[in-house]
């Protein structure tokens, strides 16, 4: 049975930087790009992920994802530029008694300065993180950004 995650950027990932993105080549074919059902065509983004691993240290993986899009992405997102994979959705599914990953829904691909980050309620400014590594929502930098608010409410 299909099972489907959105996968939480934030939670998931220290940072996200698009690599470059190549058009997808329908199968059995050598230069027809594929498109999805209503046309638009697809492409295969590669983008770099750091994640801490159970030691704390960051390790980085290149993911590679499928976007739908009328235009490449590349020409308007440059090379290690900070991005954010909204909609991100995998899939698992069962394939001859194994599973097998999948990306079940395209998500989108902005960079990460045109996404509504979080601001830290203390000091106003962009959350790096929206969540603690305990999964809970992110709301101030430091605990002087926490007091600076506690005070600015009383």
Avoid at 113 to 118: F, G, L, M, S
Avoid at 123 to 144: I, M, Q, V, W
Wanted: proline residues 7%.
């Amino acid at each position: 049975m299909p099972q489907t995650f959105i996968v939480d950027q934030a939670a998931t990932f220290q940072a996200v930087a698009f690599l470059g993105a190549e058009p997808r080549i329908e199968f059995g074919t050598r230069d027809k790009q594929e498109t999805t059902k209503d046309g638009l065509p697809r492409w295969d983004v590669q983008v770099v992920a750091g994640f801490r691993d159970n030691f704390g240290k960051v390790q980085n993986e290149v993911i590679k994802v499928g976007y739908a899009g009328a235009k490449n992405p590349a020409e308007s997102i440059g090379m290690y530029t900070p991005v954010h994979l909204v909609n991100f959705t995998v899939g698992v599914m069962e394939k001859w008694g194994s599973s097998m990953t999948t990306v079940s829904h395209p998500p989108d691909i902005a960079p990460a300065n045109q996404v509504d980050a979080p601001n830290c309620e203390g000091c106003g400014s962009p959350l790096e993180a929206r969540t603690h590594s305990g999964g809970l929502p992110k709301r101030f930098h430091n605990d002087a950004c926490r007091k600076r608010a506690l005070r600015a409410s009383q």
